[in-house]
Structures are given as C-alpha cells and as structure tokens.
C-alpha cells in the first residue's frame, strides 16, 4: 500500500472510529481556499459513495485580503463548478465588524463570522454537520495557547473530533500528509501569506514556539496530540466525579442568591473543589441570566464566565464573614455554614417564561424548529413507513422516531407545563416531569426550553433525552404496512462549545 493510500486509510479509520458521518447526511465542508480544506473537500466528495453522504462546499469570504481574497474565491467557485460540487459563498466585512467590538479583536471577528455563516448553510441544508479541515498540528498549536494561557485539563483537550455539528475529520493525520496528498491528486490551492504574520499567536506558536520545541523533541507535535488525547479521557472522567460532588453539596441557586454547603465541600478532594465551583458558578450565572438584567450586555453575562484561579483558591480559603467580587459583579461570601453568591448592586428583572406549542397534524411538508433552549433543533417530514403497524412511535436511531398519523394528528411539540407526567421507558408507573427533570439533573435553565412531543395525555418524547412508554424499536411490528405519518429527527445546534442536551 503507498503512502497516499495509507493517509486515506487514516482519514476514513479515523471517520469510522470516531463516527462522524451518518449515512444519508448532507456535510457542509468548510473550503477557504487552502491545502487542508481542499483536500477534505476532495476526500469526502471522492468517497461520499461508500459514506453515503451528499458534500457541500461553504466558502466565505472575509474581506481582508483584497485581491488576494477574491483568487481564493475564484479557485473554490471553479473546482466545485469542475467536480460537480454544490457551493455556498458570501462575504462579509470582518475588520469593519471588528471595530465595533470592544477588543477590537480580527481574528475573534473572522472566526465568530466564519462559524455564523457555516451554521446558515448547515441549515439551509436541512441541519447538515459541518466539516473543518482541522488536522494535528492545528491541534498542536491550539494545545500550547491553551497551556500559555493557563487553561485547565479541559482546554488542554484541544479541539474535539465531535463538538455538536461540527466535526473535523483530519485530527488524525499532520499537515505534511495532506500536503501529499493534495500533491498526489494534483489539487492546486491558494497560500494565505496572513498565516505567516506574527502579529497573531497562533502564528508566531507554529513559526517560532514549535520549530524551538522541535530541537528539544522531533515528535513534539504527536506527543502533544497524545497529551490531548489523556486530556480529554481524564477530562470526561473528572466531569462525572464533578457532577457526582455537585450533588453533595447541598447546592441551592436562584435568581438573586446561591449558597453550598462548606462542610460536604471542605471533604472533596482539592481538584474537585476546584471543578465544582467553576460547576456552581456557571450554573448561578445561568440561573441569573434566565431572570435577566437591566445591564447584562454592560456587565458581560451573555455567555457565563470562568472563575480565574486566583479566585477559585481565594474561594477554597475564605474565612467567615470574609467577602470579595468576582467577574460578572458576583459577589462571593461566607456565612455561617455556607458560601453564598450573590449580584453586587444590579436590578434583575424577571423575564416571561418560554412556551410554545406546534400542532403535528397541521405540517403538511418538511419544516425545521429552532427551541429557545438555542441547543435543540427538530425537523418534521411527511412521509409513509412500511414497519409501522399499531398506534406505537417507532424509534428508527437515537434521535429520530416515525410517528403514525392515527395517533399524530391530535400531538404537538410544546413547552412542560404545570402537572406535566411523564413515564419514561423502561421505568414502571409514571412521575411528574419535574421530579424527572429533577433526577436527571436537567438545570433548571433548560427546563422550560426542552421540547416535548405529547397529546392531550401524556407526554411520550422528552425530546433529546428520554422516550415514553409508547415508544418501541424498529422491526417489532407483528403486522407491517405502509401507513402515513411524520418523521421527527433531533440534533443539536451548538456551534463550538458542548450543551448537556442529548448527552
């Protein structure tokens, strides 16, 4: 076997092995231009066959490169026109956008673009996944600025093969491979000469930093792409030690205040205290933040913030009655037997709850709902199922069921309500849904977010968590015929950063 053929060996292994195609799935391909995304373009278009996939190509250009820019723009439009590949390209204005933050931050604003405009051609594609040509090395350089910059075992993961939508099919071979590769397939690509201004971190980390480490250790790239790889296992593992502490700790939040209790914190051990009030904190803000706030876009709260971890020790080693703020204006203290947070001077005002309902008899062709919960997205087609005998909602995968017309007409994906039950398969007997929400420690924030398919009594799809009772596998149907009905598919939507739904 040649070594091309081994590279693309290594690309589909690592697909496999990792899961990051679904067959019968539309990939948006991220395509600047370059080698990396070009040869993704190439590899997954060249074997979308064998995946079963459709390929499509997004480009965007940023503006920042004048004529340079638009070359880029040129070489995409006519390799996708050349292999037959459907193509989505816009620009957008990044310094211009820029300039109207507060950081003034390019290279913030270019990313925060890019991931906008790929996630509105994933939707326009029916809730596509989107593939970016992300590969060792990118992975290298993103593990040291984490490290520079202090971060945790988490950030020392780096980027993930999966996160939500987004998958990145090459963390699995260096940029030399793809080098070759696109050598061997005689793919021409544009060279982006901003990628050798030092001005930018993560350019003077793989044009100085690197090439230094490289005298120290040859391998230094592989041995930081296995550091992420424990990183990541350790990481997941520590996350459920976290979440396990959390609840002895006897934590209570609302919207103006939340206190733990010190003695059951004061027993973990110190890596744990530390994971669990960065836990605590995100979850007060996000508490907090569903209340609202007069001047929540002055204070910085849209997205919650990390405790630093000055803060995180100061915290561990608070003395009674000792109080001080940490970021987002909270105010952190001591009292009596708990450590209390709280909102230093800010008038919160109370928001209306989340509620929406959406009939099913009434869609009579393909839509796609977008919950407030901003991490649920729910596509309904008609269509006809030939396993579907009996009044029962077939589960085809994880997150798609078929549910006949005779029992579709009179259910709606809606909001919980008060006295919502819930019988949740496999358990005997029903509950209330809070006390689910409850046991399955949904966050409060979520609560009112999650859809729910339901008819008038009782609720049979928790939608991203659990079924009902009336749920049943594929193929279990003793008469099968074709009957109507609708086909319920459920992703998540959250661009980079990883949500609790459907986990």
């Keep these: 076997m040649g070594q091309i053929a081994k590279t693309e060996k290594k690309i589909l292994d690592f697909i496999r092995k990792k899961q990051l195609l679904m067959t019968g799935s539309t990939v948006v391909v991220a395509v600047s231009g370059g080698a990396d995304s070009l040869a993704l373009l190439h590899i997954l278009h060249r074997h979308r066959a064998q995946w079963g996939i459709q390929v499509v190509g997004a480009h965007l250009d940023h503006c920042l490169r004048g004529d340079a820019s638009k070359q880029d723009r040129k070489l995409v439009m006519d390799y996708c026109a050349a292999a037959g590949i459907p193509l989505f390209s816009s620009s957008w204005n990044v310094a211009h956008q820029a300039a109207q933050g507060n950081d003034h931050n390019i290279e913030g604003a270019a990313r925060t673009a890019r991931y906008r405009f790929l996630f509105q051609v994933a939707d326009i594609c029916g809730g596509a996944v989107i593939a970016t040509a992300h590969h060792q090395d990118d992975q290298a350089e993103t593990i040291l600025m984490h490290l520079l910059r ?45 990628n050798f201004d030092t001005t930018y971190l993560r350019n003077r980390i793989r044009l100085e930093l690197i090439p230094l480490l490289k005298e120290y250790n040859p391998q230094v790239v592989s041995s930081l792409v296995n550091l992420g790889e ?43 205290q530390r994971r669990v009030l960065q836990k605590f904190f995100r979850m007060f803000q996000g508490v907090a933040d569903k209340i609202g706030s007069s001047n929540s876009s002055q204070l910085g709260i849209d997205a919650p913030l990390a405790l630093p971890f000055a803060a995180i020790e100061s915290i561990r080693h608070l003395s009674l009655g000792e109080k001080f703020t940490l970021p987002g204006d909270i105010l952190c203290s001591r009292e009596a037997e708990q450590f209390v947070f709280s909102y230093a001077g800010r008038q919160l005002v109370a928001k209306e709850p989340v509620s929406f309902s959406y009939a099913l008899g009434n869609i009579r062709e393909s839509v796609v709902l977008t919950f407030p919960v901003a991490v649920c997205r729910v596509q309904i087609t008609p269509g006809q199922y030939d396993d579907a005998g009996g009044e029962d909602i077939v589960l085809l995968e994880k997150s798609k069921v078929f549910v006949p017309a005779a029992i579709g007409q009179d259910m709606v994906i809606r909001s919980r309500k008060d006295g919502d039950v819930f019988s949740p398969c496999g358990m005997a007997g029903s509950m209330k849904l809070k006390k689910y929400f409850i046991n399955e420690k949904v966050p409060h924030t979520l609560r009112d977010s999650l859809p729910l398919l339901a008819n008038d009594r009782e609720i049979l799809w928790v939608l991203g968590k659990r079924f009902g009772n009336r749920c049943r596998e594929k193929g279990e149907a003793i008469q099968k015929q074709a009957i109507d009905g609708w086909y319920i598919t459920v992703s998540r939507i959250s661009e980079v950063e990883d949500s609790s739904f459907m986990d």
């Excluded at 780096?158 to 940029?175: D, E, Q, S, W, Y």
Aim: hydrophobic share 40%.
């Design 230 to 272: 424990i990183c990541i296992a350790e990481n997941d593992y520590l996350d459920q030690q976290t979440a396990a502490a959390y609840e002895k700790i006897a934590v209570s939040i609302g919207p103006e205040r939340g206190t733990f209790a010190v003695e059951p914190f004061c027993l973990l051990p110190v890596p744990l």
């Design 150 to 194: 202090g971060s945790g075992m988490g950030g020392l993961g780096g980027m993930g093969a999966k996160a939500g939508r987004l998958i990145r099919p090459f963390l699995g071979v260096t940029k030399i491979e793809i080098l070759d590769y696109c050598a061997a397939y005689g793919l021409s690509y544009c060279t982006d000469m901003s």
